[in-house]
């Protein structure tokens, strides 16, 4: 090699290393290989091999879309020497070292909520991918009983769990981006024509034109269902994730902060907690909620789940509630022409009832709600100059 | 054969039996209201609503009503709402039902606020017209000025069985909260002109 040619390699070099510490992930890996990481999900259900067949079941259905799978058995080491627990969600200093170790775009992580036998066997679960920088990229709730799969006349049902697993797994990932990062088709929510849409209140002082970063916090439970506040709270944050008007802080991000500020529950957490923990999460606008039914048919064939839930959204900073909603529904509920459409199990019941409550709250506050005066500096609906007063009639 | 006019009369004898067993099958409603005689609403900026009291057999009725409530007044927008978080630092549950004039006006302090609702969920149970469910619902609704601890205005109301079309063709039935939705609209509008 002649002097010149080394004098112009290492002037390339110290070009390149400046240009290279700007690199994200994203960039390091190459645009023929888009992989992801695909994480045993957490489970809720009292069987053990569900785990198995759903990952099993994302990374064929994965692969068959052109993405690669980061090895499992490399990732499930990694999982174990960094001693994760939660599998809902990697904590950041887990998940940048995972997707940069492993050259991949990001984690899909989850919880499988059903997986249920029996004569009207149920599979339910939620899904997000994560990306290297703790963006979502995608997240989805899915659920099938044996009875949604019958076509007329009861042919066409599929009453085996693992077939099940993989319809569920299949319907939630057509909304998957494309390996060339392209959006996928996404098809919308059915609309429930004639039926009562959520209650709700939006305050005017939460600006519609960009989206929020909210909090999502573990639900109160008056139902006897165990489950009923991790299912309604991790749905509830898919369908604001799904929204544009909302972003949501990942859970291992508020139990990292919880930690740190020494809260050990949120059952009896109070604003002053919030108010300390906002900090942590960035954001003062914290989801609270109430379930008041939650019932679960749980396999039994023709059984009509129920939930009734509340929630609000609360600006610890200003100590106001800024978005209020509740709703109540019955599978039986969306029964349409020839008794066809009813929903079946609860984990689709919850997905549909928290998108309703989503969209109910994406709504602009009407015209009356914006209007305020200005009385003496103070803000004042106008509608306040409506209250009763009996002052002047006893003058 | 029977005359045209008997035939007539038999026809509107027979429409105001069928309107009089209607009206009997209708669901009844009561209310009773008191507005203080100096009471000046307009006065009141900001507010806090109390947790109800429950008197009912319904575990979570209070909590549930009181949820409701909340959501019906702020939807009113006349009022600043405090949230339910900070109200639960200055109310202790034991207190529910047993607060005084100088609770309120240490909890007007604590709360910076000018009234504050309360509640009572007397009755919060459902009852069956054939499938159909028929809410049987009383509340009582307080508004406490804080300065002094008076009741400036209190609402009651009771709702029980079935509405004329649920007894006539058996649909149209509504569920607990859905009654008590209607009932606490109803009372609210009775703070405005």
């Known amino acids: 090699m002649t002097r010149n040619t080394l004098l112009a390699a290492v002037a390339l070099l110290l070009l390149a290393i400046p240009a290279a510490a700007t690199m994200t992930a994203d960039d390091i890996q190459p645009e023929g290989e888009p992989r992801v990481i695909v994480m045993p999900f957490e489970n809720l259900t009292g069987s053990p091999e569900a ?67 029996g004569r009207n066997p149920v599979v339910g679960l939620a899904a997000r991918m994560t990306r290297a920088d703790g963006t979502l990229a995608w997240a989805e709730v899915g659920a099938l009983t044996a009875q949604d799969t019958e076509r007329m006349l009861g042919f066409g049902r599929d009453a085996d769990l693992p077939v099940l697993t993989r319809r569920v797994v299949g319907q939630m990932l057509d909304s998957f981006p494309k390996p060339d990062r392209s959006r996928a088709r996404v098809k919308g929510a059915p609309r429930t024509f004639f039926m009562r849409s959520a209650a709700s209140y939006r305050s005017p002082s939460l600006d519609p034109e960009r989206p929020h970063l909210i909090c999502v916090l573990p639900f109160e439970n008056y139902s006897t269902h165990p489950d009923a506040a991790r299912i309604v709270a991790d749905v509830l944050a898919v369908k604001f994730a799904q929204s544009k008007g909302f972003d949501v802080v990942d859970a291992a991000k508020l139990r990292a902060a919880a930690v740190k500020a020494r809260i050990g529950t949120f059952r009896f957490v109070t ?98 709600q914006a209007a305020v005066t200005a009385k003496g500096g103070r803000r004042v609906p106008e509608r306040h100059s409506e209250l009763r007063s009996r002052k002047g009639e006893n003058q | ?133 028929t809410p049987e619902v009383t509340l009582q609704l307080r508004l406490i000025e804080t300065a002094a601890g008076t009741t400036i205005w209190s609402t009651g109301q009771a709702r029980s069985g079935a509405s004329m079309s649920t007894r006539l063709f058996g649909v149209g039935g509504e569920s607990l909260t859905q009654a008590a939705r209607k009932m606490i609209r109803s009372e609210l509008r009775t703070l405005l002109k």
Not at chain 1, 87 to 103: G, I, K, P, W, Y
Not at chain 2, 126 to 132: D, L
Request: proline share 4%; glycine share 8%.
């Open chain 1, 271 to 368: 604003s002053d907690d919030l108010t300390r923990l906002a900090p942590a999460v960035g954001t003062s606008y914290f989801v609270r909620g109430t379930i008041f039914d939650f019932e679960d048919p749980d396999g039994r064939q023709g059984g009509d789940p129920e939930i009734q839930v509340e929630l609000s959204i609360v600006d610890v900073d200003q100590s106001r509630v800024v978005l209020s909603a509740q709703h109540a529904r019955k599978g039986r509920d969306y029964e349409g022409l020839l008794l066809l459409g009813a929903v079946t199990n609860t984990v689709s019941l919850t997905d549909r009832v928290m998108g309703e409550i989503v969209e109910a709250g994406l709504r602009p506050a009407p015209a009356g």
């Open chain 1, 51 to 117: 785990v198995a067949l759903v990952r099993d079941s994302f990374v064929s259905a994965l692969q068959a879309k052109g993405w690669m799978i980061a090895d499992v058995a490399r990732t499930d080491l990694m999982l174990e020497e960094s001693r994760v627990r939660y599998f809902d969600s990697l904590d950041e200093s887990v998940r940048t070292r995972m997707t940069t170790v492993l050259a991949s775009r990001g984690v899909i992580s989850g919880v499988i909520y059903k997986y249920t036998a």
């Open chain 2, 1 to 133: 054969m029977i005359p045209n006019r008997t035939v007539s009369r038999l026809r509107h004898i027979l429409v105001l039996v069928m309107l009089g067993a209607a009206v009997a099958g209708c669901g009844t409603t009561q209310q009773t209201q008191f507005l203080h005689a100096n009471a000046d609403l307009g006065a009141i900026q900001k507010v806090a609503v109390l947790p109800f009291e429950n008197m009912s057999t319904e575990r979570a009725a209070a909590d549930k009503v009181q949820k409701v409530f909340y959501l019906e007044l702020l939807s009113l927008d006349v009022f600043d709402v405090v949230e339910p978080g900070s109200v639960a630092r200055s109310v202790r549950p034991s207190e529910i039902g047993s607060m005084t004039p100088a609770d309120f006006q240490r909890i007007g302090k604590e709360l910076g606020v000018d009234a504050v609702f309360t509640g009572s969920v007397v009755d919060f149970a459902e009852a069956r017209t054939g499938s159909t469910p």
